[in-house]
């Protein structure tokens, strides 16, 4: 089965991901005094809008998305991604965001997923960026 997601929405998961697991926003603050308060705030503004894209796509996108992972991770291969589909249908019980965003790896998953479906994920990214 081909990819049926966006390489650019896949892209922008992993872009947003690798941020929020950099705490990237952590960095921008300009009291240190103030960190703790600023920190867990700009963590939450990144994990909710990471949980409001992935809730926002479609049930056949987000299927995709978690089979991708699962890809990349090595669960299952590229060629068995059919399979890992039909698993990802079968076994959802909750939300797609909340398991992906528990995915400690989730950016590297994803990413590895692209590649071993063979799609560029510079491409995808440079459509995102």
Known sequence: MPLEIAPEKVAHV????REYDAKVDVWNTDNEDDGGAEESSADRGLHDELVGF????????????V??????RGTFDPEDFDEAIETAQNERVNSVAAYLLGQ??????LEEG????GVSIEDAE???L
Not at 54 to 63: C, K, R
């Open 14 to 17: 992993i872009i947003r991901a």
């Open 54 to 65: 992935i809730d926002a796509l479609n049930d056949d996108e987000q299927t995709q998305l």
């Open 67 to 72: 089979a991708l992972c699962w890809v990349g």
């Open 104 to 109: 400690p790896l989730l950016a590297d998953y």
């Open 114 to 117: 692209l590649d071993r479906m």
């Open 126 to 128: 440079g459509d995102v």
